[in-house]
């Protein structure tokens, strides 16, 4: 199997990358827009498509700890290095949280998780009115909603400077950061 090398990532490092990247801001964006839109019927798809992602995330978790972290391509100064690997670990533990505290607050507050039609986490249907449903843990589900808001927000500025940082190293340093991202 082939490893990442300082000159070039490997076929697993790319993929996994570009499907959670694409991944991640599809669902930072359909997230923010049906809560602040109250699109209610994209609930589902976005839990569905959340849950699936789980798995690729943690395949690429296991694949950072057998690999390492990508050695840097360019001559980068060390506070350059400091924030690329601090964005680089909000990334990955983001990834990571958002799906997590997505699923807890769903499954604890009652609401119940289904992934395109199937059922996971049943919904706990409140028996006086059919149309609500009934917290098992009102408290914690509360708290996982606010770590989904907080983490979600967070996340999106990271991935901001993430991408402005590969495009400096493009445009500015004109190094293979981007290109090795992209190709062999
Ligand atoms: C990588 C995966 C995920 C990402 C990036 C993500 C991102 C987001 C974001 C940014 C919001 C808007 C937050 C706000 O404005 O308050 C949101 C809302 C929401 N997410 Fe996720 N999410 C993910 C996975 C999940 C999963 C797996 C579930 C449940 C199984 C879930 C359930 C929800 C629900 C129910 C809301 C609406 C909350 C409300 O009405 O205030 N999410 N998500
Ligand atoms: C258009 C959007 C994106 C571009 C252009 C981009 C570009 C890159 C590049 C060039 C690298 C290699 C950095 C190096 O060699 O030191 C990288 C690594 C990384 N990126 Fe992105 N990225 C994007 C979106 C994302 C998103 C949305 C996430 C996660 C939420 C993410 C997470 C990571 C992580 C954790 C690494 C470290 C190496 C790895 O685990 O593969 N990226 N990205």
């Given at each position: 199997m082939q490893l990442d090398t300082s000159t070039t990532l490997s076929p697993i490092t790319r993929t996994l990358h570009w499907i959670v990247a694409v991944g991640m801001i599809s669902l930072l964006a359909i997230g923010v827009f049906m809560v602040e839109t109250k699109t209610y019927s994209l609930y589902s798809w976005h839990k569905s498509f959340g849950f699936i992602i789980f798995f690729v995330v943690l395949l690429r978790v296991f694949w950072r700890i057998k690999n390492g972290w990508p050695q840097a391509a360019g001559n980068y100064t060390k506070l350059e290095h400091i924030l690329s690997k601090l964005v680089h670990w909000l990334l990955i533990v983001g990834t990571l949280l958002l799906p997590l505290s997505g699923f807890l607050m769903s499954s604890l507050g009652g609401n119940g998780v289904e992934v395109f039609g199937l059922e996971v986490v049943a919904r706990n249907v409140?028996?006086?009115?059919?149309?609500k449903a009934l917290a098992h843990y009102p408290q914690v589900a509360s708290f996982f909603h606010s770590v989904h808001h907080w983490a979600g927000y967070a996340i999106i500025a990271s991935v901001f400077l993430h991408v402005a940082g590969a495009l400096k190293h493009h445009?500015?340093?004109?190094?293979?950061t981007l290109k090795r991202m992209l190709k062999e």
């Open positions: 409140d028996p006086a009115n059919p149309q445009i500015i340093d004109k190094d293979s």
